[in-house]
């Protein structure tokens, strides 16, 4: 898959998965069209995999945010001792 051909969002590149496995699930497609389909399934596949990591950083990355956000607005007394 080239970066012309790369899904805009997670959502259309789940989509086209879909209709590839659905594709190939029918069993008419021929051995070129299925090498076709494999290839593009595999960058599909890959770029949906980047951007679940890129979220699950995100939210990593929240998380952190908030814990650094409650500690700074306890005060000495609010902590628990080590």
Known sequence: ???????????????????????????????RETLDLVKEGRGLVEYCAGELEAVSRGLEELRLDELVARLETQTPSDQEPV
């Open 1 to 31: 898959m080239t970066d012309a051909d790369a899904p805009h969002t997670y959502e259309s590149a789940s989509a086209r998965l879909e209709e590839i496995i659905r594709r190939l699930d029918s069993g008419e497609a021929g051995l």
